[in-house]
């Protein structure tokens, strides 16, 4: 772990992935702190975050547009 940063950090925008729906399904939120982005569940907060540099998740976002996955 890079920061102490963790899901009840003061000042933490999460975002829902835009492919959330009211439906159910997976579930993702990500919210930015400094050079870094964090990813969670949106269904179990509580069980942590991953951390991934601006530049890895800019290189996944990539991938996953081009459905490289």
């Not at 890079?2 to 999460?14: D, F, M, Q, V, Y």
């Not at 975050?49 to 290189?59: K, P």
């Given at each position: 772990m890079?920061?102490?940063?963790?899901?009840?950090?003061?000042?933490?925008?999460?975002h829902k992935s835009s492919y959330s729906g009211g439906a159910g399904g997976n579930c993702v939120e990500v919210a930015a702190v400094s050079d870094e982005r964090l990813i969670r569940d949106s269904y179990q907060p509580?069980?942590?975050?991953?951390?991934?540099?601006?530049?890895?998740?800019?290189?996944?976002?990539?991938?996953?547009?081009?459905?490289?996955l």
């Open positions: 890079r920061h102490e940063a963790t899901n009840e950090s003061p000042g933490l925008r999460w509580e069980a942590g975050v991953l951390e991934f540099s601006v530049r890895e998740w800019t290189a996944f976002l990539a991938s996953a547009r081009r459905e490289d």
